[in-house]
């Protein structure tokens, strides 16, 4: 009974560094999300797919990439981290848009 | 461009009292919306939605909404508050209806619940 696991928890990366932060959901939904948060700002969508083999730009997408490598899969890169993207990372899952969705626990990534 | 604003980041109430959250929104036409509850270090839990129909929404935890068209209006109500409803609430909308709806949220700025004893 999983629901949306994210990987790593957490992470602390130097400046220029890379990294990939990992999603996978097993509700077999359509729909995936990659959302940022930070203080007093609400959750700002970064990218989205709404389907397998789809994927979108949403609010703030400079300095990321995203794969959707399959149905339950949708991962979120930082080519050269900078200190603006410490924030707490957000994977969501919904059946179809407009359904409700399902959110993981969250990656806290510092960037130093 | 659509914006979600919850009036207040920051709301105390004593156990037992009403429970009150603003959430208003810009669209000329009627969005879904949604509260989502972050209680510390957690992901967003769905407390409930409005898509159609009853304009009165219940949903967990006792919890209720109003949609409000003519207010642009969605705030969230709970008669009595409980120490264990202390988290961060976010209201939210989906801006498309029908086919068009790619699923995407706009978020409100979040309003943070103490609850007192």
């Known amino acids: 009974n999983a629901g949306v696991t994210q990987t790593p928890k957490f992470q602390v990366l130097k400046t220029g560094q890379s990294m990939t932060l990992q999603c996978a959901q097993d509700m077999n939904h359509n729909s995936m999300y990659w959302y940022r948060q930070d203080p007093g700002m609400g959750l700002r969508l970064i990218y989205y797919?709404?389907?397998?083999?789809?994927?979108d730009k949403g609010e703030v997408p400079n300095g990321y990439n995203v794969s959707r490598l399959n149905k339950r899969e949708f991962s979120l890169r930082l080519e050269s981290a900078a200190p603006s993207q410490t924030s707490v990372y957000f994977c969501?899952?919904?059946?179809?848009?407009?359904?409700?969705?399902?959110f993981g626990d969250g990656t806290r990534l510092s960037i130093l | 461009a659509q914006s979600v604003t919850q009036l207040g980041s920051h709301v105390s109430v004593s156990e037992g009292a009403l429970v009150l959250l603003r959430c208003n929104y810009s669209s000329s036409v009627p969005p879904y919306l949604f509260w989502y509850v972050q209680y510390p270090n957690q992901g967003l839990q769905l407390l409930l939605k409005?898509?159609?129909?009853?304009?009165l929404v219940k949903g967990i935890n006792g919890f209720e909404a109003e949609f409000k068209k003519s207010e642009t209006s969605f705030h969230l109500t709970k008669p009595s508050a409980h120490m264990s409803d202390a988290a961060e609430y976010f209201c939210?909308?989906?801006?498309?209806?029908?086919?068009?709806?790619?699923?995407?949220?706009?978020f409100g700025q979040g309003t943070t619940l103490q609850v007192k004893p």
């Open positions: 969501a899952s919904s059946l179809q848009g407009a359904q409700p969705q399902h």
């Open positions: 409005y898509t159609t129909g009853a304009t």
């Open positions: 939210a909308v989906s801006p498309l209806r029908g086919s068009g709806n790619t699923g995407k949220l706009i």
């Open positions: 797919s709404a389907s397998e083999g789809t994927t």
